[in-house]
């Protein structure tokens, strides 16, 4: 059964035809900035699997690795949707507060967990890397 999403004012709607490759919580501070302040869980899928429909902007950043990263979001209102990187064309990166069922995001590992401030409530039943894990696929 496919994945549905939407962001905040449905203009951008997507539909996943692939089971998830692996969800992780990421306390890097980009995300604490995409975050509104905490961390941000993401659930990793086969790119090609992703059908997108709407109007995305796309900010273009140079990480510390050298990997260029796009970040996608709605350009009416402003929820990111989706983050790739270059080096890895194959895997699409879904923002999981955009699940249509957010069941289906369940994260198995907390990532760059040296950056997170020391108020973060993060899991004691996850495994943490204090920086970027290996890749996901
Ligand atoms: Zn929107
Ligand atoms: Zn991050």
Same mark, same amino acid.
């Given at each position: 059964?496919?994945?549905?999403?939407?962001?905040?004012?449905?203009?951008?709607?997507?539909?996943i035809s692939a089971p998830?490759?692996? +969800?992780?919580?990421?306390?890097?501070?980009?995300?604490?900035?995409?975050?509104?302040?905490?961390?941000?869980?993401?659930?990793?899928f086969p790119?090609?699997a992703?059908?997108?429909?709407?109007?995305?902007?796309?900010?273009?950043?140079?990480?510390?690795?050298?990997?260029?990263?796009?970040?996608? =979001?709605?350009?009416?209102?402003? +929820?990111?949707? =989706?983050?790739?990187?270059?080096?890895?064309?194959?895997?699409? =990166?879904?923002?999981?507060?955009?699940?249509?069922?957010?069941?289906?995001?369940?994260?198995?590992? +907390?990532?760059?967990?040296?950056?997170?401030?020391?108020?973060?409530?993060?899991?004691?039943?996850?495994?943490?890397?204090?920086?970027?894990?290996?890749?996901?696929?």
């Amino acid at each position: 059964m496919d994945i549905t999403g939407s962001c905040l004012c449905k203009a951008v709607r997507y539909r996943i035809s692939a089971p998830p490759i692996v +969800t992780r919580v990421c306390w890097c501070r980009v995300c604490q900035y995409l975050g509104a302040g905490s961390g941000t869980v993401n659930t990793c899928f086969p790119s090609d699997a992703v059908h997108i429909e709407g109007r995305l902007g796309d900010y273009r950043s140079v990480a510390d690795s050298g990997n260029v990263m796009h970040r996608r =979001f709605c350009l009416a209102c402003g +929820t990111p949707l =989706f983050s790739a990187a270059e080096s890895r064309p194959h895997l699409l =990166f879904v923002r999981a507060g955009t699940l249509d069922d957010p069941k289906v995001a369940k994260p198995s590992v +907390t990532i760059w967990s040296s950056q997170a401030p020391s108020w973060a409530c993060i899991s004691e039943s996850l495994p943490r890397v204090p920086g970027q894990p290996p890749p996901a696929g």
